[in-house]
């Protein structure tokens, strides 16, 4: 199952890539979710005032919306960075999406008070690598 | 200023918590609950060390009973850990990036305000991992009901470390 915080992540991120509305099909690949999972919960989201869904436009999401997948993003990357600086995780891609669901933004800011962050952060982060952009940097920069 | 301002207490959040889907993400989970106990450990040591002598006797006493519970804390959740066979995380190594990243909070509100965020996101924290584990229908390394019950104490105790910030600031405005 995926939280409402992944869904306005892939969405608002869709979005950037397209930059226009994004289609549903998007949304569900990049979630690895089937189609109608996807229209359930964009459903719900719309009711919760956070998107708006036209038929054969795509998902748009709304200024509440956007701050709140802003903010799931930002914390996406403070859980990433916190796995890697604090606990040395190898793995923290894939570890940061499983804890996500688990770590709400209280948590992940009192995790941020330890660990080291760009201000510019989350627009820092990198779609396509589904990674902070910086944080690759620094990472490939380590391992050398 | 870090703001607590989203952690209400009492389950007013919508809380979409996924269940937990394996020991190694329990373990993890631990891993992290045992960072939070050591912030608030180094945290507390820090406030009272920098500004002791500002602060009233009753801050004081409310600084240190919080270094001594989560250190009791940390040590509840390290016998969790040691039976998962996963690594517990050094408290030296956390005091020191506390040390690194920790600017003085002054004024009276503002340690009492870092305290009730401490003890507000461990609350979170506590109540969203034991309805984790509750929705989890894997069969983890460790008693499942004594993990529970570890987890149901230490909850109850950030709850009542909530309500005796609280006071305390009632009782200085």
């Known amino acids: 199952m995926n939280t409402q915080a992944q869904y306005l992540k892939a969405i ?26 996807a229209n359930e919960m964009i459903g719900k989201l719309e009711n919760r005032g956070l998107l708006n869904h036209e038929k054969y436009k795509g998902v748009d999401l709304t200024d509440d919306g956007i701050a709140q997948a802003r903010e799931a993003l ?25 804890l996500e669901g688990v770590i709400d933004e209280t948590v992940a800011d009192r995790l941020d008070t330890i660990i080291d962050r760009e201000p510019q952060c989350p627009d820092c982060f990198d779609p396509e690598g589904d990674v902070c952009g910086l944080l690759e940097v620094e990472a490939e920069v380590t391992s050398d | 200023m870090y703001d607590c301002s989203t952690a209400p207490i009492g389950g007013v959040a919508v809380s979409l918590t996924q269940p937990v889907a394996s020991d190694h993400q329990l373990a993890r989970l631990l891993q ?67 040390e690194a990243q920790y600017e003085a909070d ?9 305290q009730l965020c401490n003890e ?12 984790a584990i509750e929705a989890s229908d894997v069969t983890f390394t460790i008693d499942r009901e004594r993990l529970l019950a570890v987890l149901s104490d230490i909850r109850e105790d950030e709850a009542e470390g909530v309500e005796d910030v609280t006071d305390l600031m009632e009782d200085y405005q």
């Open chain 1, 74 to 98: 930002q914390n996406y990357c403070i859980i990433e960075r916190f796995l890697i600086e604090v606990l040395e995780v190898e793995e923290f891609r894939a570890e940061a999406k499983q």
């Open chain 1, 12 to 37: 608002y991120l869709t979005q950037q890539q397209e930059d226009g509305p994004a289609s549903t099909g998007d949304v569900a690949d990049m979630l690895d979710v089937s189609p109608a999972s």
């Open chain 2, 32 to 98: 992290i609950g045992i960072v939070l106990e050591e912030v608030v450990e180094a945290r507390s040591a820090k406030h009272a060390e920098e500004t002791g002598e500002k602060h009233e006797q009753a801050v004081l006493d409310l600084l240190e009973h919080a270094e001594t519970e989560s250190a009791e804390h940390r040590r509840q959740l390290e016998a969790l850990i040691d039976d998962l066979e996963a690594d517990t995380v050094p408290f030296e190594e956390i005091e020191m990036l506390v």
């Open chain 2, 120 to 131: 507000e996101t461990a609350y979170k924290f506590y109540d969203d991992l034991i309805d």
């Open chain 2, 106 to 114: 002054e004024d009276f509100d503002g340690v009492l305000y870092d």
